[in-house]
C-alpha cells in the first residue's frame, strides 16, 4: 500500500502547484530552473508510475496468497 501512495504523490504532485513553492526552491534558488523543468518533472513522475506499478505488483502477490 505505501507503495501505492507514493507513486501517486510522486506523479501527482510535479504538476501541481506546491512544486514550485517548495522548501528546496527557496534554500537552493540556483536549482530552481532544474525543478521547473519538464524533463525532470517527467523524471520523477516516471518514478512515481514504477512504484504504482510495484505497489499493484506486492497488493497483486498478497491477494494471491489468500485464494
Request: hydrophobic fraction near 55%; glycine fraction near 10%; charge should be negative.
Amino acid at each position: 500500500m505505501f507503495f501505492i501512495e507514493v507513486g501517486l504523490l510522486l506523479m501527482v504532485l510535479p504538476w501541481s502547484s506546491f512544486w514550485a513553492r517548495n522548501y528546496f526552491v527557496y534554500a537552493w534558488p540556483t536549482l530552481e530552473p532544474l525543478f521547473q523543468s519538464a524533463y525532470f518533472r517527467g523524471a520523477v513522475t516516471g518514478i512515481g508510475l514504477l512504484n504504482l506499478v510495484a505497489g499493484f505488483g506486492e497488493m497483486s502477490a498478497v491477494f494471491g496468497m489468500r485464494e
